[in-house]
């Protein structure tokens, strides 16, 4: 007795160009899956994250401590590929999946200040959530007839996909960016001499405060610690 697949895939792998891995966000493979059982997956230990969002049904996507609901609506999901992920379809449904496998210099910092680890589910705007399913088939055309300029192309896309998740959670917000004096003049010491061995309180007393004092500030207002910041 045959037993029908709990998946089915169509997916499409890229190989961008060598100028495009060391300059841009550059897409590793893009595809959209229909899920009837679960489905686990294991560790992919290459570069890159995946973003991730419903096309219909529910569900639900366990990764380790976390278990986030899958449905349709202004959500997104962002994550590594470093742990074990199971895919749970709502008893009798089908949960349909599109996916953006993706990486680009720099990309663990950004995905540190996003908390993906913690925090890999995002709520974004109706519209927003609309310009992240709109960008899928323009994705597979690029990717599929490589039109003049399409790596560029992809990562003008992908650098608006994540500045909504920045939105998301609320970062580099208009409001968040003016500093305190103190900190300021700690931040342009460095800037005037970006490889001097600086030392925590040498820039505690430039900023004009004791050092435990410009370690909280800091720390409050830049969510990193000095040492992690030099």
């Known amino acids: 007795m045959s037993r029908t ?9 890229v190989s961008p160009s060598p100028i495009a891995r060391r300059l841009l ?22 570069p890159g994250a995946v973003l991730l969002w419903v096309e219909s049904g529910t569900g639900t996507l366990e990764m380790g401590q976390h278990r986030c609901r899958l449905e349709r609506g202004p959500k997104l999901w ?31 910092p950004w995905l540190e200040v996003l908390d993906v680890t913690h925090a890999p589910e995002f709520t974004v705007g109706a519209s927003q959530a609309a310009e992240v399913r709109a960008l899928y088939p323009r994705l597979q055309r690029w990717v599929n007839e490589y039109p003049p300029r399409w790596e560029r192309r992809v990562h003008g896309a992908l650098t608006s996909v994540l500045d909504k998740l920045l939105d998301a959670r609320k970062l580099l ?12 003049r700690a931040l342009n010491a460095i800037a005037v001499e970006p490889f001097r061995d600086w030392r925590a309180r040498e820039l505690a007393a430039r900023a004009g405060l ?3 004092s410009f370690r909280a500030l800091f720390r409050q207002h830049l969510h990193e610690t000095i040492h992690e910041h030099l």
């Open 78 to 108: 962002l994550f590594k590929l470093v742990k074990p992920r199971l895919f749970t379809p709502a008893r009798k449904g089908q949960l349909v999946i599109s996916t953006i496998r993706f990486s680009g210099p720099g990309l663990e």
């Open 173 to 184: 917000l208009t409001n968040q960016t003016d500093l305190p004096e103190s900190i300021t």
């Open 5 to 13: 697949p709990s998946i089915t895939k169509d997916y499409t792998f």
């Open 210 to 212: 004791n050092y435990a």
């Open 25 to 46: 966000w550059h897409v590793l493979g893009t595809g959209r899956t229909w899920i009837s059982g679960p489905v686990r997956q294991e560790p992919f230990i290459n």
